[in-house]
């Protein structure tokens, strides 16, 4: 089913791509040494390019993302869960086409990274009714 919609996500993926190649091109931060003579405007740098920086991190992460879902779309392997081998769901590729796990598999990685994080806390996604 979901390879009907093969050149939906195309589009929308090369969009993404080329939308993040393009930000990525304008906000390359500015990494030269300049002279100040103020402590404060150094300092303001400094910070400037350490938050320029993580964008772009963040942005050459996401182009991953992007690029690795495109690869699948040529493989057809694309809105195949890489946890259990299910298809993911339409809408949820609709939502964010860059996602490689369904709901449910997206779920328990999240359970299992939060109880990582801090093994004594207790999520309301664990509760039944009879914890009420």
């Known amino acids: 089913m979901i390879e009907t919609h093969y050149p939906l996500f195309r589009k929308l993926l090369e969009e993404a791509k080329a939308a993040t190649l393009e930000d990525m091109a304008k906000t390359t931060p500015d990494l030269s040494a300049e002279r100040m003579a103020d402590e404060a405007d150094i300092a303001s740098l400094d910070a400037d390019q350490t938050l320029a920086t993580k964008f772009q ?35 949820r590729l609709k939502a964010r086409p860059i996602v490689d796990l369904c709901i449910d598999c997206k779920e328990d990685q999240e359970k299992y990274e939060n109880r990582r994080k801090n093994p004594n806390a207790v999520s309301v996604m664990d509760l039944t009714p009879e914890d009420l």
Do not use: P
């Open 57 to 91: 991190t963040r942005k050459a992460f996401y182009l991953k993302k992007v690029m690795r879902a495109l690869a699948k779309l040529d493989l057809g392997e694309y809105g195949i869960c890489e946890s259990c081998g299910e298809e993911i769901a339409l809408n």
